[in-house]
């Protein structure tokens, strides 16, 4: 499993974070960002939900 | 027939908005608009007919939709409120403009509402919401809710997160009420030039002497960049007043309002700190405060069989989407246990609200307080006596008297 983050398109809602805390985080500037270790996927469940929480489609989870 | 022709021909096109009559109940006639379709047709007070997004998956799908515009400075956009008819036109930064001049702007405000400003604000709101309490419970019963809780919660959030002097609290209060209050567009017109006079000259001043908020650092990284101009900076303080007042005004007084109707919940919400968020979000979608979003369609698109045609005014139900019952099981019932995941009050796609974190804090902290420290708070009157908003207004209480 791989998870992307297109950080063009993202919005700053938190959505992610606020979803899967732990895996999705905000950096300085208070876009998001990976916690450094998850970019190859993650056993947490709540992951799965992020994508269709993401208001603007910027998470993509690919199942390899 | 097609399934285009939602309603039969000679079929009356009901009105929209309408009021409702119980605080956080939709209106009789919406209940009845969501039948199998995701959309259906009403009309604006205007006579211009537009369609009411109803279904969640729809809606959500629309939302993210670029083909849906929101550019309110266009001269065919829908007014949904007759008030705000003379300022049809009139561009507003974010909530009112297309990518890409949105996600420019957006972009610029996003750390001044990242989880470290969030975080800085928190115990502020904490100790204002504590001094309240103690204000009430020292005047004793019966307490406007309103006027003394609801309202100077947001006010104060807004300013600290502006970067409004102190000083200034009550001017600013008072004209933002004004504006969005206002019964005429003349008396709106009166509060926003007001309210445009006052950030103008604070911009200046705070040009002069930085402190720390958002304006500051708006000023410091884009005006003095030459990335935005000194009328961009005010009005994105303006919208940010207006966008981020009222709606959470409400969102705490009618909040407790529900609990209140529903003592049940409340022990829900103070049996565990760590359910308060759950609940809050349970709240935003069953009060749906903001009620609707207003867009127009830029070109043909088709939702469950119908075409929406290019320049069609389109109306998105906050309010009916969240009460889907193919999103939610039995929508109408408010469950504080219940995981609200992909409710859209906070609406959904580029426009999604910018201030939800802060919104979220007010929430969190307003009501997890209020219910612990007043225990047996309860309505002074009956549901059916509480005065509320017009249907095209943020909904809420206007007045909301309350015992312990
Ligand atoms: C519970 C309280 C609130 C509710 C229910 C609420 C609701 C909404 C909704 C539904 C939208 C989407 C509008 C659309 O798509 O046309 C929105 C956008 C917005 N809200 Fe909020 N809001 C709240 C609090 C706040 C606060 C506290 C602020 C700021 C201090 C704020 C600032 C904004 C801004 C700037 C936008 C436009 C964002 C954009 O276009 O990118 N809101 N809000
Ligand atoms: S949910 Fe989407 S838009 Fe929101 S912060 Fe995460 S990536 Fe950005």
Redesign the pocket.
Known sequence: MRITIDRDRC?GSGQCAMTAPGVFTQDDDALVTLVPGYEEGTEDPRVHDVPMACPVQAVEIHED | MTKTEIRRPGEPVPSFPQDRTCPYQPPKAYTEWRGDAPLTQVTLFDGRPAWLITGHAEGRALLADPRLS?DWGHPAFPVVVRRTEDRAGLAFP??GVDDPL?ARQ?RMLIPSFGVKRMNAIRPRLQSLVDRLVDDMLAKGPVADLVSAFALPV?SMA?CE?LGVPYDDHDFFEESSRNFVGAATSAEADAAFAELYKYLHGLVVKKQAEPQDGLLDDLIARQLEEGGLDHNEVVMIAF??LV??HE??VN?ISLGALALMQHPEQIEVLLEDPGAVSRVVDEL?RFTS??DY?VRMAKEDIEVGGTTIKAGDAVVVS?TLMNRDAKAYEDPDVFDARRHARHHV???HG???????N??RAE?EIALSTLFTRIPGLRPAVPLDEVPIKAGHDAQGPVELPVTW
Do not use: E, K, N, Y
Not at chain 2, 350 to 356: S, T
């Open positions: 919005i | 929101s974010l909530i949105h957006r947001p807004i997160l919208v940010l966008a981020g709606t959470t969102a935003l405060v903001s979003m906050i009050g906070f609406g580029i426009h999604q609200c910018l201030g939800q802060l919104a929430l």
